[in-house]
């Protein structure tokens, strides 16, 4: 299992992210965006133990709009999930 991020314009929409994770079983914590991952100033994003097509189909099932979704490498770089 990977360990992911998702970015989110707003802190509601990743508030309701994390909700719709956990309630799935997905442990999910919400926090400022890294900076290496930020596209226009601060936001934030949801980190979930989970693989990227578990978290998009999820997400997209709910509504829930997300920017991008990002997977640590073992080098421990983010790097962007392909869809």
Do not use: K
Not at 4 to 25: D, K, M, P, W, Y
Not at 49 to 69: G, N, S
């Amino acid at each position: 299992m990977s360990q992911i991020c998702v970015t989110f314009r707003s802190i509601t929409a990743a508030q309701n992210a994390a909700r719709a994770l956990e309630q799935a079983g997905l442990p999910a914590q919400v926090l400022r965006t890294p900076r290496a991952l930020q596209e226009q100033g601060c936001g934030y994003c949801v980190r979930a133990p989970a693989e990227p097509e578990t978290i998009r189909q999820l997400l997209t099932a709910e509504r829930i709009a997300f920017r991008r979704l990002y997977r640590r490498g073992a080098d421990g770089a983010w790097q962007e999930a392909e869809p």
